[in-house]
């Protein structure tokens, strides 16, 4: 085992024995089991930005919400995987996206299982993944969104937070009142302009 592999477990305990308060720990973990998911796995991030959350790359945020991120492999580090969802709850973290590819994704369901109470959403990042990511029994649950949604990942994140922060609840409604405005406006003007122009206007 590399010393950069075992120093990277050692400080997810070495936080996780650190008596911090929550407004200096990041509220959302985002996990992926290969550095190729990023593309897919990056909606997550995208979501939470645009509700305010900023990353936590170790140094801490002025955001009061913020989420951390990790390449975490269930089989090719298994280690790893138990390190990160064995600290989540000490670390601070309130919920975990975790996403995988692949028919054997089983990432998001073993994090589910080991950082329980912690609640885990899963990303399946291929059509091919998502019986492997939702198939957990009765008792250990996990939540997941379809192949490659991501982005929705982020915002149900945000939304089990929501619940505790009125902060955060408020940046929601924010958010889909716009989307709300912008099917709107283009209603108005399809239905204004008709099929033909509105199709050469967009």
């Known amino acids: ?11 997810l305990r070495s936080e996780a024995a ?3 308060p929550p407004a200096e720990t990041p ?20 979501a939470l930005s645009e509700l305010g959350f900023e990353e936590d790359t170790g140094e801490g945020t002025e955001s009061r919400f913020s989420y951390e991120s990790y390449v975490v492999s269930a089989h090719r580090t298994p280690d790893l995987m138990y390190a990160y969802a064995e600290t989540a709850r000490e ?19 073993m994090t589910a299982s080991i950082a329980f109470p ?15 990511v939702i198939g957990m029994p009765t008792g250990a649950p996990i939540v997941a969104v379809d192949a490659g949604k991501s982005f929705n990942a982020g915002l149900s994140a945000a939304q089990l937070l929501a ?4 902060e955060l609840a408020e940046r929601l409604i924010d958010y889909h009142e716009e989307l709300e405005s912008g099917v709107g406006t283009v209603s ?4 204004e302009q008709g099929i033909e122009v509105f199709r050469e206007d967009h």
């Open 1 to 11: 085992m590399s010393t950069e592999f075992d120093d990277l477990i050692d400080e």
């Open 18 to 20: 650190m008596d911090r």
């Open 91 to 109: 670390r601070g973290l309130s919920v975990i996206i975790a996403g995988a590819g692949g028919k054997s994704a089983d990432l998001p369901n």
């Open 188 to 191: 108005r003007e399809l239905h």
């Open 27 to 46: 509220d959302v973990g985002i996990v992926m089991g290969s550095d190729s998911d990023l593309d897919t796995m990056a909606g997550a991030y995208e």
């Open 118 to 132: 912690v609640p885990v959403i899963g990303v399946p990042v291929q059509e091919k993944s998502v019986d492997s």
């Open 163 to 166: 619940s505790d922060h009125d």
